[in-house]
């Protein structure tokens, strides 16, 4: 069976920092690329970042690039976000994505990112 748990969110003040995590389990971690997610309120879910499957290739949505850093631990089956000089702007529910491409993808049940003074 297929999980995945994010955890590390919260509140923070604008300029400040935050390191999200993803354990995957059920399926060959280090055989595929990991992405994160994010949907704030009233908005669509957008794609935030995809790391592939050994790190050597990263690709960021532009309104994070230069702050946020994707990475991976195939060792622990963990991907992180972290996440430096936030703005209100990032506030929202970030999730962890698995899109194996012979199924639907799989999602993480997510963790709340407050940005807020």
């Known amino acids: 069976q297929v999980q995945l748990v994010e955890s590390g969110g919260g509140l923070v003040q604008p300029g400040g920092s935050l390191r999200l995590s993803c354990a995957g389990s059920g399926f060959i971690f280090s055989s595929y690329a990991m992405s994160w997610y994010r949907q704030a309120p009233g908005k669509e879910r957008e794609l935030v970042t995809t790391?592939?499957?050994?790190?050597?290739?990263?690709n960021y949505t532009d309104s994070v690039k230069g702050r946020f850093t994707i990475s991976r631990d195939n060792g622990k089956n963990t991907v992180f976000l972290q996440m430096n000089s936030l703005k209100p702007e990032d506030t929202a529910v970030y999730y962890c994505?698995?899109?194996?491409?012979?199924?639907?993808?799989?999602w993480g049940q997510g963790t709340q990112v407050t940005v807020s003074s």
């Open positions: 994505n698995w899109a194996p491409g012979y199924s639907p993808p799989y």
């Open positions: 790391i592939s499957r050994y790190g050597s290739s990263r």
